[in-house]
């Protein structure tokens, strides 16, 4: 199958930075003098805010097309699709033969043929040709309307996994991995695909 929807349009997260905060400054050199008998510790600086939500958020991502060739559904929709080709293509190959047939006849007997008799057939031929063109686009057409529905059917259902699986094991955001361009080591997500196609193999055996 070629095309599979796109699912979960997300896109990378911003870095996650800690913010580091800073100690108040020691007290002036001035200030010092004025109470020489008092012992002027220096403040050492505060340690830096720890970064709790890169610890904790949890970010997944995971690849459509293996996900879908991988489940059940993908599997199943991917054989209707290609049976709905070979029933296609097996009627245009007909047609095909046909044409060659009718072209032969009319080649053969082209020498005995008057000019009107071979305009005629002529005319005749293309327009069995231009019948073939229309059913050739149809089929491809039916073919393309057909993929579109099983993607988008697919796409639901993987969609639908994914999130069960993410609400299951603590994940608050899925994308599908070619809609990530850059995520920094801290966020560190997770490639589920393998999971979800699991999920759905579970379910699809019940």
């Not at 559904?73 to 009627?91: C, H, N, T, V």
């Not at 603590?170 to 966020?187: N, Q």
Request: no cysteine.
């Amino acid at each position: 199958m070629n095309k599979l929807v796109t699912l979960l349009i997300g896109s990378a997260l911003t870095s996650l930075i800690a913010a580091n905060g800073f100690a108040a400054e020691a007290a002036p050199a001035a200030a010092a003098a004025a109470a020489p008998a008092a012992i002027v510790a220096p403040v050492a600086p505060a340690a830096p805010a720890k970064d709790d939500a890169s610890a904790t958020v949890k970010i997944a991502y995971i690849d459509m097309a293996k996900v879908a060739a991988e489940s059940p559904e993908g599997k199943a929709a991917g054989e209707s699709l290609k049976k709905k080709s070979e029933q296609l293509r097996s009627k245009l190959d007909a047609k095909t033969k046909q044409l060659e047939k009718q072209k032969a006849a009319i080649e053969a007997k082209l020498p005995t043929m008057t000019q009107k008799e071979r305009a005629a057939k002529a005319a005749e031929f293309q327009k069995k040709v231009e019948e073939y063109q229309k059913l050739a686009r149809a089929s491809e057409l039916e073919v393309s309307k057909l993929q579109d529905k099983l993607t988008n059917e697919i796409g639901g259902v993987i969609k639908k996994a994914a999130a069960d699986y993410a609400k299951a094991n603590g994940y608050l955001l899925v994308v599908e991995e070619k809609g990530v361009l850059f995520a920094d080591e801290k966020v560190k997500p997770k490639d589920i695909s393998e999971e979800v196609a699991a999920e759905l193999s579970k379910k699809g055996k019940k």
